[in-house]
Structures are given as C-alpha cells and as structure tokens.
C-alpha cells in the first residue's frame, strides 16, 4: 500500500529534529513493503480532507508558531475534517498547542488554533524541561509506556471531556499539576515529547501506521508484523531510566 503523509510546516516547525519520527514512518512501513509518500504543507497550501492518511506537525519556538498559526487557523474545517474522515494525526509540542484552540506565547502573542483537541494552552514563568515517561492505554487493557523529552513554557489544560494521551510517571506533562500528558481523539495523538518521539517508542509508530493503512483501505488497523525492535527497546529503557531518575517536578 501507499501511505500518504501531509507534513504540516515542515521547514518552520522541526525543533529537536522532530522530522526523525517521519523517518521512522518511513522505515517501519518500508520493511513491511509499504511505501510511504511524504507531501509537505506549508505556508498557503492547501489541505485536502481524504488525500492524506496522516497529517503530522512537529514542534516549534514561540516566535516560528505566530509565522504559521494563522495559515493553520485558516486550514481548521479541513484538517477537522480529514481527521473526522479517518485520517491519523500525530502533533508534537508547538504542533500539539496549536491543534487546540489556541495558544498565548510568553510575549502574550495569542496564536489561534484548529480546535480540534480540547484544550487552551498558555506560556507560563518557567519551562517545564527534561525527559518524560507516560503509561498509555490507547486500547482498553494494553497499557505501554512512551519516553520522550519535554521543553515548553506552555501549560496546556484539557477540557473535562477532553482525553489525555497518558498519564505522567515522570515529568510535568501537559501543565506539570494535571498528571495527564497530550492528548488523544480517535486516530489523533497530540503530545509533548520530543526526542523525537517515535525512534524510542515504536509501538506508537506501528500503532499510527496501522490507523494511517485503516483510512488507506477503509478497513480496520492491521496487525503489523513485529520487527526486530532491540536498539529501540535499549533507547526507551535509557529514556524511562533518565525520567524515572529526575522524577520531575519544580
Ligand atoms: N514554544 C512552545 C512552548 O515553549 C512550544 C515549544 C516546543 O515545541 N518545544 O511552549
């Protein structure tokens, strides 16, 4: 199969080299002879609902959210739409803030968001920073651990029928005092972590490939053939161990 990704603002929004968790994509559904078709979106493009299987957005500083916020704001029925088309989503950290219904920057910049998620995020006195581990139960009764790295000013609140990615075992997470870390609507996961995200944690990356291949063929999630995943295994357990370690909180 072809799995198409849009990515969303790839040359303004690419802190810690977030673009690594297409990488992964890429990798992952190459070796179980998928092929992956990457378009970028940016600035005055357009997004079309149905022609892309996942829409990823990475993460950002103040300054590069306020230059796309309002091209974005301006995409928010289409990128609703793809998602509540099937569509998978991953939005990491300033791509995350963003795809709520807004964000106001340390400056008191007020940026607009999709309004997808349900949540507001607003830039507070001290970055919440360090690595984070996450016990997620995206199925009921699989629970899984994600690591990441955390660096925002930014403490997101999710609305009361909002519902978080994970539950925090170390670090601050969405605003350091919820506990609840990202957030997760359907086949779409905001969150946090950086690092990136996907080469320490691929059963996300499987789990995202599976939703991107539901929408492709407009079947289930598959079950992806397992791979040898040891050096992957060995980063998350450095990340949990980091995380763990620093505990995290102020
Ligand atoms: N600029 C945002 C914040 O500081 C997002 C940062 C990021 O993407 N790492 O909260």
């Not at 910049?109 to 001290?126: K, N």
């Not at 359907?186 to 939703?211: E, F, K, M, S, V």
Request: include cysteine; hydrophobic fraction near 40%; proline fraction near 5%.
């Amino acid at each position: 199969m072809k799995i198409r990704i849009g990515h969303l603002y790839p040359e303004y929004l690419n802190i810690y080299a977030d673009r690594g968790n297409i990488a992964v994509f890429a990798r992952r559904a190459g070796l179980r002879g998928h092929e992956l078709e990457v378009t970028p979106i940016s600035v005055g493009d357009e997004v079309r609902p149905g022609e892309h299987d996942l829409l990823y957005i990475g993460g950002g500083q103040d300054r590069e959210q306020a230059l796309i916020a309002p091209d974005l704001a301006a995409r928010r029925e289409a990128v609703r739409e793809a998602v509540a088309g099937g569509a998978a989503l991953l939005a990491v950290c300033g791509g995350y803030q963003l795809m709520g219904r807004g964000y106001r920057g340390r400056h008191g910049d007020d940026m607009p968001g999709v309004g997808l998620f349900g949540h507001e995020t607003f830039a507070g006195e001290r970055r919440m920073i360090g690595d984070v581990l996450l016990d997620c139960e995206l199925e009921p009764g699989r629970r899984r651990t994600l690591a990441g790295f955390e660096n925002h000013a930014g403490r997101t609140r999710l609305d009361a029928d909002a519902a978080a990615l994970g539950r925090v075992v170390a670090g601050y997470g969405n605003d350091g005092e919820s506990g609840d870390e990202g957030c997760r609507l359907g086949r779409a996961i905001g969150t946090y972590l950086h690092g990136p995200l996907l080469p320490r944690n691929p059963w996300l990356a499987d789990w995202l490939l599976a939703q991107a291949l539901a929408h492709a063929t407009g079947g289930e999630p598959p079950e992806l053939e397992p791979l040898p995943d040891a050096l992957e295994a060995r980063a998350h357990a450095v990340s949990a161990q980091r995380a763990r370690d620093r505990g995290g909180r102020f």
